[in-house]
């Protein structure tokens, strides 16, 4: 059973269970700050919407606009995930979450005549080192 989150001594209880759990499972630094940043967030949240962490509560966190990048959200993804899995013991977290789609970018193409350009200018530059050092 999933208790109500009432106040911060709570969300650095879960906080540092997650920290030992990530620690224990070998997983980088930046991954801990990262997992720990979200879920801090997710558990605010909570707090603030006087709701209880739930599957229907993730899916209304994730509805809040919050303009995130592309990695920023899997990352959050991630991060609650992983808190459902590992704390809250919940074998199966199927939420579908809408990821949000990375801008297509047009492929940046070089002209031929820029990359002879280049290419002359770096055998001009090595000669000139070379010459230096006799």
């Known amino acids: ?21 990530c620690k224990l499972k ?27 962490p739930s599957i229907s ?12 990048a592309y990695n920023s ?17 919940q074998k199966q977290f199927n939420v579908q979450v809408p990821n949000v789609k990375r801008p297509k970018q047009i492929p940046k193409v070089i002209d031929k005549s820029k990359i002879i350009q280049r290419s002359s200018s770096k055998r001009q530059a090595t000669k000139t080192n070379s010459k230096s050092y006799r």
């Open 57 to 68: 509560t993730v899916i209304s966190y994730f509805l809040t606009k919050d303009n995130l």
């Open 1 to 21: 059973m999933i208790e109500n989150i009432t106040d911060n001594d709570k969300i650095n209880e879960i906080l540092l269970k997650v920290t030992n759990i």
């Open 26 to 52: 070998g997983l980088s630094k930046e991954t801990i700050k990262a997992y720990t940043y979200w879920i801090k967030k997710f558990l605010e949240f909570c707090i603030i919407s006087s709701l209880t």
């Open 73 to 89: 959200m899997r990352q959050r993804y991630a991060a609650i995930k992983f808190l459902f899995t590992y704390i809250y013991n």
